[in-house]
């Protein structure tokens, strides 16, 4: 499989973003799906998560109630909302197919990434 993201680009401090990612060469619905980004000089780190057939998702501590995973099975997309933006989510953001339905806030879950895509807060 592969997985297309995008939706990334350069936006103030307060605003939004919504990142998309796209599967081909293999459906997404039977597997969990996550986002991760990575700052300059950082590790990766877990942002979100939703299960296979959406009934369970998952943000991490740092952007609850500002983030929103969301997917939608019968285009293949997984989609990261992202309001109220602040500098320190700068950074790249990656989407990523897991191994299983369940999936989860580890990196070791997912077997398939995205290239990866910028996101870049500043005034």
């Known amino acids: 499989v592969q997985l297309q993201a995008s939706g990334g680009g350069l936006v103030e401090p307060g605003g939004s973003l919504r990142l998309s990612c796209v599967a081909s060469?293999?459906?997404?619905?039977?597997?969990?799906a996550g986002w991760f980004r990575q700052a300059p000089g950082k590790e990766r780190e877990f942002v979100a998560f939703?299960?296979?057939?959406?009934?369970?998702?998952m943000v991490a501590d740092s952007v609850k109630g500002r983030f929103t995973i969301s997917r939608d099975n019968a285009k293949n997309m997984v989609n990261l909302q992202m309001n109220s933006l602040k500098p320190e989510d700068t950074a790249v953001y990656y989407c990523?197919?897991?191994?299983?339905?369940?999936?989860?806030?580890?990196?070791?879950?997912?077997?398939?990434w995205g290239q990866g895509t910028q996101v870049t807060v500043s005034s």
């Open positions: 060469g293999r459906t997404f619905s039977p597997y969990a």
């Open positions: 939703v299960s296979a057939q959406g009934s369970l998702a």
């Open positions: 990523a197919r897991a191994r299983d339905s369940a999936g989860g806030r580890f990196a070791s879950s997912y077997a398939s």
